[in-house]
């Protein structure tokens, strides 16, 4: 699988799924998850409630992930994921794992070969922006998925994507 670092929307890319790091509600929030929903359009959430009635009631579990339509975006699905929330007394990086490798296997499930990811957990749920890039490209490396063939790392702003790149450069 060929891994890209790309800054800019992660709701402009057009691949086959795009990964939204959602809150467990499935229904909108703020950043990436408030992004998708409103470039979405209302599609994504009348699947996402319809989710919430059936599969989830009690909501989507941290580190599992479940796709809908894409709506209006440029893309054919949306998966969706829910990151943890960031703990310095905790060691919480196994779920953050979690959320890449089960996007990637939903992905694998949908026949998607190109996926934008988010990094996962590192806006507000407050994931220290060096180790969410490591933990993305761990997960990213590793995975053997049959039918992804290019994932992306959608990184929004300058600084951002130049961390990505020196902690890429620092883990090869």
């Known amino acids: 699988m060929d891994i890209a670092l790309v800054e800019g929307d992660i709701t402009a890319q057009q691949v086959d799924a795009i990964v939204n790091a959602a809150n467990s509600s499935l229904l909108g929030g703020g950043g990436v998850d408030g992004a998708i929903h409103r470039r979405g359009g209302p599609a994504i959430l009348e699947e996402c409630r319809a ?14 992930a479940v796709a809908t339509t894409a709506g209006e975006l440029p893309a054919r699905w949306v998966i969706h994921t829910v990151g943890p929330v960031w703990s310095d007394s905790a060691d919480r990086s196994a779920l953050l794992r979690d959320c890449y490798t089960n996007s990637l296997a939903v992905a694998d499930e949908l026949g998607a070969t190109t996926v934008a990811f988010p990094l996962i957990s590192a806006g507000i749920y407050g994931w220290p922006l060096d180790d969410a890039v490591r ?13 992804v063939t290019e994932a992306r790392l959608v990184l929004f702003g300058a600084d951002t ?7 890429q450069r620092l883990t090869v």
């Open 51 to 64: 989710l919430r009635a059936s599969r989830y009631p009690d909501g989507l579990p941290t580190g599992q």
């Open 135 to 147: 933990q993305a490209l761990a997960v990213l490396r590793a995975a053997t998925p049959s039918t």
């Open 161 to 167: 994507h130049a961390t990505a790149r020196r902690v």
